[in-house]
């Protein structure tokens, strides 16, 4: 299993970023699968997530009507538009099939219950004012 994140990169404030995450080993609507952020000295938070089967999206908070994640079932690619960026968005993304859940009650913890434990390398997303 792999999971290949890309498309970080600098930006001002205001613009936009699209994240790419390859996967191989296992089709990508079997699985819930998000993105996570990692800002320095603090905790890893979920930004957005997709279920499995339907893909139906949840946000974060912090992600909602600005980020929008979806899937490319053909490409096996999960994505995450972000427009409209500030700076406390600056963080390290990463892809994740880590979820204790994703659906109707929101996004979940990490922390997987069915093995389904892996992480892409990140991708770093610098927002300048």
């Known amino acids: 299993v792999q999971l290949q994140a890309s498309g970080g990169g600098l930006v001002q404030v205001g613009g936009s970023l699209r994240l790419s995450c390859a996967v191989s080993?296992?089709?990508?609507?079997?699985?819930?699968i998000g993105w996570f952020r990692q800002a320095p000295g603090k905790e890893r938070e979920g930004v957005a997530c997709?279920?499995?089967?339907?893909?139906?999206?949840v946000y974060a908070d912090s992600a909602r009507g600005r980020f929008t994640i979806s899937r490319d079932n053909a490409k096996n690619t999960l994505y995450l538009q972000m427009n409209n960026l500030k700076p406390g968005d600056t963080a390290v993304y990463y892809c994740s099939t880590d979820l204790l859940y994703c659906g109707e009650n929101g996004m979940g913890p990490i922390g997987s219950l069915n093995g389904m434990d892996y992480w892409g390398k990140g991708t770093q997303v610098t927002v300048s004012s």
């Open positions: 997709i279920s499995s089967g339907d893909g139906s999206p």
């Open positions: 080993g296992f089709a990508l609507d079997l699985y819930a």
